[in-house]
């Protein structure tokens, strides 16, 4: 049993649940507003179930597509981000919604939001189920943001470690035995 490896639970899948209702009708009111129909690009594969759970609350015509990059390996980030997977549909002159697990050291958002930027998109927002400020090295901004998670290594609803976890209904902290 996965849950076996998780020291303690941080968010339950109801609290995920409830954020998700209030985050889409955030994001509903400003592209309502807008008037746009964005691309929701969900990053492989921490984002999956967290972009589930927003884009069924949608009421707005969007598209959906996905990219994955890498730039982390085990627990510590490293450096550069690398386009594993981009993405079908092309960005030009779109406004683009990037769906991402967690914001840790920025790395990975500033880089694709400035290749969406470069590639000529007209607006790039940012939602992410997480955010750890404490870890941030790059001035990146999440437009929005479900919640805030102190200086863990966390896992579930999406995040991994080494691949695993991904499957667990609520996000924990996992046991420094697994990793240490
Ligand atoms: P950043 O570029 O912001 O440093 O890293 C973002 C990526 O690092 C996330 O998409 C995620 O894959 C990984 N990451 C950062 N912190 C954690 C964490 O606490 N747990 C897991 N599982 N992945 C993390």
Redesign the pocket.
């Known amino acids: 049993m996965i849950s076996q490896d998780i020291e303690t639970v941080l968010l339950t899948e109801e609290q995920i649940e409830k954020r998700c209702v209030e985050l889409a009708k955030q994001i509903e009111d400003d592209y309502n507003k807008e008037g746009e129909v964005p691309i929701v690009v969900g ?1 492989l594969r ?1 984002s999956v179930p967290f972009m589930a759970e927003l884009i069924k609350r949608f009421t707005f015509p969007c598209e959906i597509d996905f990219m994955s990059v890498s ?2 390996d085990g ?1 510590e ?1 490293i450096g550069d ?1 690398k386009i594993d997977k981009d993405m079908d549909l092309s960005s030009k002159e779109r406004a683009i919604l990037l769906v ?11 880089e694709v939001k400035k290749m969406f930027i470069n590639k000529g998109a007209t607006n790039v927002k940012i939602v992410a189920l ?1 955010d ?1 400020p404490s ?1 941030r090295v ?1 001035d990146i901004h999440a437009d929005y943001i479900g919640f805030e ?1 102190p200086n ?4 579930g609803y999406g ?3 080494n691949q695993k ?1 991904r499957n667990l209904p609520y996000i924990g902290i996992l046991k420094r035995e697994i990793y240490e």
Do not use: A, H, M, Q
């Not at 991402?100 to 500033?110: A, F, H, K, P, Y």
């Not at 863990?152 to 896992?155: D, L, P, Q, S, T």
């Open positions: 990053l921490g730039s982390y627990t980030s981000v991402e697990d967690i914001v840790d050291t920025g790395r990975t958002l500033s997480l750890k870890r790059v998670v863990e290594f966390v896992v995040l991994d470690y976890y």
